[in-house]
């Protein structure tokens, strides 16, 4: 049976089938958890869980990761531990005062890691669903940051009012949507983290060709296709670092 921990709330595999309760609360005693669920998928732009509950009530959980704190409802909004190392990179890229823009924060997965392990001036940190947003909040809250700023709305009408020395745009839907806005929000040689789910043979042209697409008359410079995750059967996540001359 396959699960992971996100703080303490069990989920479990999609394919587990049926315990009974006892056998549930003694998984959750083993685990030492309050909570146990099965996550089907997660839908929509707003990228909410379709869920189950088997044990316990509360979704409500905080879950540490790189040195950070992340409040968040697992009934509400997403988690995804296979993004983990992502998060930490992005962090140590971010230079000394660099203003960053954050434009799918979600409850601030990049934008809290940026904010604990670098020195950036400001990070502006974009976010769309209202329950996301109020973990973001928390989460700035938590951390003690004081140079987060959330906003929420819609990215694509949001970047041009800000400029940045670096973009994340940690979404993977249809984040070549957003390009144009985040390319005009770059300042002169910003850089840009550009996440796609793309096909095995697409990797290495497709996300790179929407990139020089969106940037018209400005340079582009590839610095590296990184591979996060296998999204589904012949199917990467990637991420595009770029820089925008
Ligand atoms: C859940 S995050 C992706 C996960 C993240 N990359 C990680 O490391 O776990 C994507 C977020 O983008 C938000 N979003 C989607 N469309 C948006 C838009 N147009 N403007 C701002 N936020 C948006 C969603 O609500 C969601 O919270």
């Not at 409500?60 to 790189?66: G, H």
């Amino acid at each position: 049976m396959k699960w992971k921990c996100i703080g303490d709330i069990l989920i479990l595999d999609n394919k587990f089938d049926f315990e009974s309760e006892d056998e549930l609360a003694m998984l959750a005693k083993k685990h030492n958890v309050k909570t146990i669920m099965k996550i089907d998928h997660i839908q929509g732009t707003k990228r909410e869980p379709v869920y189950k509950i088997l044990f316990g009530r509360d979704t409500e959980t905080v879950n540490k990761e790189n040195g950070c704190l992340f409040k968040l409802d697992l009934a509400k909004v997403m988690w995804s531990k296979g993004n983990n190392n992502e998060r930490l990179r992005i962090a140590k890229l971010v230079e000394d005062d660099e203003v960053v823009m954050d434009m799918f924060a979600g409850i601030g997965y990049f934008s809290i890691p940026i904010g604990v392990h670098s020195n950036a001036k400001h990070i502006y940190s974009i976010e769309i669903n209202p329950n996301s947003y109020f973990y973001l909040n928390e989460n700035i809250k938590l951390n003690k940051l004081t140079n987060v700023t959330p906003i929420l709305g819609d990215c694509k009408d949001v970047a041009p009012k800000y400029n940045a020395d670096r973009i994340v745009m940690g979404y993977v839907k249809t984040t070549h949507h957003y390009l144009k806005a985040a390319i005009d929000s770059l300042n002169e040689g910003g850089i840009l983290h550009y996440h796609e789910t793309v096909p095995e043979k697409l990797m290495k042209t497709r996300p790179v060709e929407r990139i020089m697409s969106q940037a018209g008359s400005r340079d582009v410079e590839l610095i590296k296709i990184n591979k996060i995750k296998k999204y589904a059967p012949g199917v990467e996540h990637v991420v595009v670092d770029a820089r925008i001359n």
